[in-house]
């Protein structure tokens, strides 16, 4: 508790003591009767009473403070005028007000707190190697290239590579991944993650604004600047809603007291109008379930850019992913090879010295089969051929290594494999020597990905992928997938995600989950464009929503997420209106008093307050 | 550019929503965003009428909410 808080607690504390004394100790002058009720009144509602002075003298007669005080001082003219002396409920309604203002900014603090909370990733400090010396500086002046020392326990504070020593990494605050991962030399590891018990040396890649953990941030605290039609609805609404709620009650006054003469009664009620004009509950409680529920997510490893975002995805309809490195782990492995006339490690040989110039995955992956290291100096006349493959010389046969087109342009007499996978056929002297076969496998939670998404509504899932057609309508069936489409060009698949988006129903939307490192122009056209995997800037960059590991379990977590906030928010829309509404046609009819309104007003914010802090609570049941 | 201020004691979601109303009007501004809940005020303006922007924040922010303060 702040200690603006406390004196308030103290001051709602003496006047609820006083208010009850007035109550229950008569006194007979009329004049003393007026000044005791004055005093706990003056104590509670001083502040409102000199804002709303202010206020108006800036011309902000509209605001919650004068409404207050005309509404208490108005009960208070009653009282006296019409002989009656009960100033009781002016002072109650002053307490009460002031009361649920308590509480409100007391919800709205802890919110704030638990908010911060989430996002507390933030490194304080950074360890440098100095003069042999480690010497504690702010993240922000360690220059790139910097050797920064983490010891157990400490926060990694800006992106680097592992120099030294090996440790496990709890990345759990960006990821939500509660599982350590080992990391050692030549690792590389993204800020934010916790060493948890190796000394590390950590070599910097990034400038610390550049570095994963203060990407993130900016992301998730610029994100409420995106605003939802929900909040853009709220905000218009708050803007009409008091002035005809003030000006409904300025008639409330008048006309029906011209024409019954019962001054009183009428003023009385349309004092209760003036109460529920402020549209509080709903100007905050919409912002904070998005800002829960984005908090919430992020917690999980689920980057939302805005409230925006959050709202369309839970409208989602149709999912496309990108195959490779989302539905599949993108590692390519030679699952089998297959030689013909010579041994497998001899092809395996052949495979890996030709294929030693190349960056290629599946070239990586042959290689990596091979195992030793590869001595290309035995290559000679080496030459790519776009789109078939290697032709070269190693001791002295002609090495051809590639597609079955290659093949085809040799006359070899290849032969496609019974095994579902990439085919890297091999001839040497141009008489076919086998082939090895190389395939990717799909991720551990594909399967439960696209049985969860179909239980949550989604009524298409599509693949798209460069693979094969055998290759993809493979996966596509083992994952139970609807349609597939394969042998697509990176421009292709935003042909196919515009064809998709007109087939998607007016309200549904299209989410397209890929790697993000080539799919940008897809994440930009899609409805809402999930790049999967942090450490790449462009897939921060290009979509709206990060996930920060590459299960593509979350983006069902982050569609439930979605969906649960945007419940959230209509709850409190349809509550705060509902409660409102009915207050204003009791009040106008005389069935509600004064207690209702302010119960209206502050009551029903302290309420959606708490209903809206739930955003921010994800139970991962999936 | 852009530029993040600091607000303190910042109490009420509805001013909130009327200042980023109002500062988004100030000649030179881009746009601006009040954020109740990370209180904080980002503002994208031109760098050279910024100084003048600022001063016509502060009174904007005193005007309808004269108990929050702009941290410059």
Redesign the interface.
Known sequence: MSVKQKKMLIRIIISFVLLIATVLIPIENKYLQLIAALIPFIIIGYDILL?SA??IL???IFD?NFLMSIATIGSFVLGYSSGSGEYEEGIAVMLFYQVGEFFQ?YA?GS??KS?ASLMDIRPDFANIEKNGEIISVDPDDVAIGSITVIKPGERIPLDGIIESGSSSIDTSALTGESMPKDAAVGDSVISGCINLNGLLKVRTTKEYGESTVSKILDLV??S??KKSKAENFI?KF?KYYTPCVVFAALALALIPSFITGNWTEWINRSLIFLVIS???AL??SV??SF?GGIGGASKSGILVKGGNYLEILSKAETVVFDKTGTLTKGVFKVTAVHPEKISESQLLEYAAIAESFSNHPIAQSIREKYGADTDNSLIQNYEEIAGRGIKCTINDKLICIGNDKLMNDINADWHQCHHIGTSVHIAIDNIYAGHIIISDEIKPDSQQTIKSLKKNGIKKTVMLTGDSERIGKNIAEKLNIDEAYCGLLPGDKVDIVEKLLNETSEKGKLLFVGDGINDAPVISRADIGIAMGAGSDAAIEAADIVLMDDKPSKISDAINISKRTLKIVYQNIIFALAVKIVILILGSLGFANMWAAVFADVGVSVIAILNAMRCMKINNKN | MKKIFKLEDL????CA?KME?AISKIEGVESA?V??????M?IYADDEKFDKIMKQAVKICK??E??CKIIL
Not at chain 2, 11 to 14: E, T
């Open positions: 804002k202010r206020n800036h011309g902000q919650e900014n709205v919110s704030r908010i605290e610029n409420s600047s905000t708050a402020c549209p509080c100007v905050i912002p904070l800002f | 109490d009420c979601a509805n929503a109303n965003n954020s109740f809940m990370t209180q904080k980002t005007k309808i004269p108990d």
